[in-house]
């Protein structure tokens, strides 16, 4: 089955550290890959593909097929990045389309 | 406003009383999710439809749940009997579909309290 593990609940940085938020999935096919933010009382948004090989307010992440993980990081964390981080994909080439997530992370950057 | 619209924001209902929730998605956008998410978790996948089709419903979707799409524009999410386990938020997102970009676009959500 596909799955979407996020194994910290909670990362704490200072303002200025770099980052890295953890995301391994499972599955056997060709995932599309996603980030989700959500910032205190907004609602869920997309923060970035792996397709689209961009950088978002400074965030990147690289799909690695071989230890199938999708980590996301930040050299230099700012206060507004402090918020929940969901990985999430799609199992294309299966049986469904259906977005799966992780239990998410959430990022705390102290000033 | 051409976001996902959900209605209502908040629910409170009695335990054993039968609610409804709506979906306005984007309006071009083919692909509707249902899904729930209770405190600490992520986002748990309940149902998803192109266009009226419902492709496929999680086994946390019980037959108190049943969901509609009934002319691939809104959707309607309702559960009978509610339980206090059925607390949580019901979050719906939609995607524009087959060839066209993969992003989720959600809704506030619907909070839902049994008591």
């Known amino acids: 089955a596909q799955r979407v593990t996020q194994p910290e609940k909670l990362l704490s940085v200072f303002k200025g550290a770099p980052v890295e938020l953890k995301c391994n999935y499972s599955y056997s096919g060709s995932p599309e890959l996603f980030w989700y933010v959500q910032y205190s009382r907004q609602r869920l948004q997309l923060l970035l593909r792996?397709?689209s090989r961009e950088s978002i307010k400074g965030f990147t992440a690289d799909l690695n097929k071989g230890e199938t993980s999708f980590h996301l990081k930040k050299p230099f964390a700012q206060e507004e990045d402090s918020a929940m981080y969901y990985c999430?994909?799609?199992?294309?080439?299966?049986?469904?389309?259906?977005?799966?997530f992780g239990t998410g992370t959430l990022l705390a950057v102290q000033p | 406003d051409t976001g996902v619209s959900q209605d209502p924001r908040h629910k409170i209902t009695k335990r054993g009383q039968n609610v409804t929730f709506r979906c306005d998605p984007i309006s071009e956008h083919n692909r509707l999710y249902w899904y729930r998410q209770t405190l600490g978790q992520g986002p748990e996948f309940l149902t998803y439809f192109q266009n009226e089709a419902q492709l496929e419903k999680s086994r946390l979707l019980s037959d108190r749940f049943s969901a509609e799409r009934p002319k691939g524009s809104f959707s309607t999410l309702e559960i009978q009997r509610t339980e206090q386990g059925d607390s949580a938020m019901y979050l719906c997102?939609?995607?524009?579909?087959?060839?066209?970009?993969?992003?989720?676009?959600f809704g506030q959500g619907t909070r839902l309290t049994v008591v």
């Open positions: 997102a939609s995607i524009l579909g087959p060839g066209g970009r993969t992003e989720a676009f």
């Open positions: 999430a994909l799609i199992p294309y080439g299966g049986a469904t389309n259906k977005l799966i």
């Open positions: 792996h397709i």
